[in-house]
């Protein structure tokens, strides 16, 4: 049986739809658009400092490198990688970690929650969920996040 080519382009093209990455249901973020988040993420300059997936001027080195960033389990060396605190993370780096050589840089709720939904659409296939992460809290430094 030999099928069109036309066909086979169709057949081609679903096959490939389903391999793009995209955020496991516990990393996406309401109201987040992961391609305002890549334009945001150049706009702001993160790549002089990162090296970032999709951002091909993205390469400093800096800050750690954002590859893969779905498939971490802490951000900031001490929180979950969740939606809730990465969100928090990208609105004020010092507010969760004081001693961060990341700067405010001024970036609004519906800006982090775009760039956080681009983030974590990098090494999104396989990604999994952070222990518990739903029940945790943010704690200020030096109290119990448990009451």
């Not at 973020?29 to 091909?56: F, K, V």
Request: charged residues 20%; neutral net charge; glycine residues 8%.
């Amino acid at each position: 049986m030999r099928l069109s080519p036309t066909i086979l382009a169709a057949a081609l093209a679903v096959a490939l739809a389903g391999c793009e990455d995209s955020p496991a249901r516990h990393l996406r973020i309401e109201n987040g658009d992961p391609d305002r988040g890549r334009a945001l993420i150049r706009s702001y300059g993160c790549g002089a400092c990162h090296t970032i997936e999709g951002i091909r001027e993205a390469r400093g080195v800096v800050g750690p490198p954002l590859t893969a960033f779905a498939k971490r389990t802490i951000l900031a060396g001490e929180y979950p990688n969740t939606p809730v605190f990465l969100v928090q993370w990208l609105i004020s780096p010092p507010a969760l970690a004081p001693r961060t050589a990341m700067p405010d840089m001024g970036i609004s709720d519906a800006e982090a929650r775009d760039m956080a939904s681009y983030l974590f659409t990098l090494g999104a296939a396989g990604a999994d969920v952070y222990p518990n992460a739903p029940s945790l809290r943010l704690a200020p430094r030096g109290e119990s996040a448990a009451r």
